[in-house]
């Protein structure tokens, strides 16, 4: 009776490893047994030992076999079951006599090049081709910002032809097999390598992967399968977005191609706020300016407001040059919350020149705050 096989101590793994801890296990002892790649003087060991991993591999891999090796301990003809399954991969021939199963070559090409080996998939017909987007842009005043706006956008944009249904054969039916395929849309090649003959199958370029040749293009898009059309649009731009900002509107682009999605909609969004204002977040900065008496002894200024009309902001004696005062809730709303930020007033102070009289008036002033004067 053959000795009992530890698969898991073959791949220095326990026993209740994940199906993650198997593999990066296996790639690891592959990359130290695999027989190119052992650095060692013996190898007909490494040569065992890699089939001994395959082996554990194999195993551990199969729900079915690994059940009844963690019930039994063993797996009845473990050499046979590899032998179907790497028949199954790759027809038999130099990978079953080596490897002794093909459950693991394609881990086997992860560890040596990189990247497991793609399954290729027979497509018939054209690809799909999503259709263009299109651009537009729109400017808002700052009430419009401040409020919101509906608007409609018109333009051109690509549809399906509905002569044709978007195949460009007249009618939708003007049609012959394609020679070169023979109406399959695929051409396949056979070529032999050191592993047994491969098969390649491509999108035949003569009729594009559809099978079939168009003998008379349709009349009305000139078999392009598209025709251009005349489209409306209503969006609203909500209040309080932020200048550059673009709103896309899915589906409404151009018409896709062999079934393919419809382009989209991109709109710019543009806001005109005048030169008074400097947007911050969702508060406004505006500067005015006071004169340094008015400052002193307190004044009251009209801020305009962005809806139109003006707010009156009452200065108090004493005020600083570059002092800010706030109007709550008179700024650009959020376009999250609708909460609308501030108008934030920064007072400029002038001071000009004094006339005789005011000179002589200051310097009574001067003289009671004992102020130093230099002439």
């Known amino acids: 009776m053959a000795a009992k096989k530890d698969y898991y101590k073959t791949l220095e793994i326990e026993k209740n490893a994940t199906p993650e801890d198997i593999k990066k296990a296996y790639r690891k002892q592959v990359r130290k047994w695999h027989p190119d790649a052992?650095?060692?003087?013996?190898?007909?060991?490494?040569?065992?030992?890699?089939?001994?991993?395959?082996?554990?591999?194999?195993?551990?891999?199969?729900?079915?076999?690994?059940a009844m090796y963690d019930k039994f301990g063993y797996v009845g003809d473990t050499a046979s079951y590899n032998r179907q399954r790497s028949a199954q991969n790759f027809g038999g021939g130099f990978f079953d006599d080596f490897f002794g199963g093909g459950s693991g070559v394609e881990d086997i090409f992860d560890v040596f090049f990189g990247g497991s080996r793609g399954k290729s998939k027979q497509?018939?017909?054209?690809?799909?081709m999503k259709g263009g987007d299109i651009h537009a842009s729109i400017t808002l005043n700052l009430k419009e910002l401040i409020e919101g706006k509906k608007v409609t956008l018109e333009y051109d944009r690509?549809?399906?032809?509905?002569?044709?249904?978007?195949?460009?054969?007249?009618?939708?039916?003007?049609?012959?097999?394609?020679?070169?395929?023979?109406?399959?849309?695929?051409?396949?090649?056979?070529?032999?390598?050191?592993?047994?003959?491969?098969?390649?199958?491509?999108?035949?370029?003569?009729?594009?992967?559809?099978?079939?040749?168009?003998?008379?293009k349709c009349s009305k898009c000139a078999g392009?399968?598209?025709?251009?059309?005349?489209?409306?649009?209503s969006v609203t731009i909500p209040a309080g977005v932020e200048n550059g900002s673009?709103?896309?509107?899915?589906?409404?682009?151009?018409?896709?191609?062999?079934?393919?999605?419809?382009?989209?909609?991109?709109?710019?969004?543009?806001?005109?706020?005048?030169?008074?204002?400097?947007?911050?977040?969702?508060?406004?900065?505006?500067?005015s300016s006071v004169d340094y008496i008015e400052a002193v002894l307190g004044t009251a200024v009209d801020v305009p407001l962005p809806e139109g009309g003006t707010e009156t902001l009452k200065i108090p004696s004493?005020?600083?040059?570059?002092?800010?005062?706030?109007?709550?809730?008179?700024?650009?709303?959020?376009?999250?919350?609708?909460?609308?930020?501030?108008?934030?007033?920064?007072?400029?102070?002038?001071?000009?020149?004094?006339?005789?009289?005011?000179?002589?008036?200051?310097?009574?002033?001067?003289?009671?705050?004992?102020?130093?004067?230099?002439?």
């Open 38 to 66: 052992y650095k060692g003087d013996d190898k007909k060991e490494a040569e065992n030992k890699f089939k001994e991993v395959q082996e554990a591999y194999a195993v551990l891999t199969d729900p079915q076999k690994k």
């Open 123 to 128: 497509r018939t017909g054209p690809a799909p």
């Open 158 to 216: 690509q549809v399906e032809c509905n002569a044709c249904h978007g195949t460009g054969a007249e009618n939708g039916t003007s049609f012959r097999t394609c020679p070169t395929c023979n109406g399959s849309g695929n051409i396949t090649e056979e070529h032999r390598s050191p592993f047994g003959f491969v098969t390649n199958t491509r999108v035949c370029s003569t009729c594009g992967g559809s099978g079939k040749i168009i003998e008379n």
């Open 224 to 233: 392009k399968g598209r025709t251009k059309q005349n489209h409306k649009v």
């Open 246 to 287: 673009t709103i896309r509107l899915t589906n409404h682009g151009n018409a896709g191609l062999n079934g393919g999605q419809n382009g989209n909609l991109y709109i710019s969004v543009k806001t005109n706020i005048p030169k008074e204002f400097v947007r911050s977040n969702n508060d406004l900065l505006f500067n």
């Open 318 to 375: 004493g005020t600083n040059p570059g002092q800010v005062f706030r109007l709550k809730n008179f700024g650009i709303p959020s376009v999250r919350t609708g909460k609308r930020g501030d108008i934030i007033v920064s007072i400029d102070i002038k001071i000009s020149k004094p006339g005789r009289k005011e000179k002589k008036l200051l310097k009574e002033v001067a003289s009671l705050r004992k102020a130093k004067i230099v002439e």
